[in-house]
């Protein structure tokens, strides 16, 4: 039993990191009304989609901690395994950090900076890389 679960340890340590987390790509489109987006999120892991999540999407202000605050959505399955689609209502054009809460298949948060304007969502970029996602 000792054997087998130092097995397990070594085997989940040499995988790569990437493989065990899950990935995500948010894009946004505005809708008709100011500062509402339609989004669909991406979700992968291991290099495959990831289907059967249960997504919430909400999102805050860096710049202005704890004064612009978008309450979690729930995201619904989109058209393509690992798609999920939500409408998220921002407060105010500019950068926000996307805050996406996964359950099921796995368990995790991801935070993504994207920047939002009057024609979409582009994600942030800082020190000439993408941020993690």
């Known amino acids: 039993m000792a054997k087998s679960a130092l097995f397990l340890i070594l085997a989940l340590a ?3 990191a990437s493989a065990q987390r899950a990935q995500a790509e948010l894009a946004c489109t505005p809708s008709n009304t100011d500062f509402a ?18 997504v919430s999407v909400g999102a ?8 612009h605050n978008v309450r979690p959505v729930k995201a619904k399955p989109g058209k393509a395994p690992g798609e999920y689609q939500a409408r998220l209502d921002l407060e ?36 000439g890389r993408l941020p993690r996602k």
């Not at 987006?37 to 249960?54: K, N």
């Not at 805050?60 to 004064?67: F, G, H, L, N």
């Not at 939002?116 to 020190?127: Q, Y």
């Open 37 to 54: 987006y339609h989004c669909v999120v991406r979700l992968s892991r291991g290099g495959q989609p990831l289907p059967g999540a249960d």
């Open 60 to 67: 805050d202000m860096p710049s202005m901690p704890m004064a």
């Open 92 to 127: 105010m054009l500019g950068e926000w950090a996307v805050k996406l809460r996964l359950r099921g298949p796995v368990n995790d948060q991801l935070i993504l900076h994207y920047d939002f304007d009057e024609k979409g969502a582009r994600p942030v970029i800082r020190s």
């Open 14 to 16: 040499s995988l790569p």
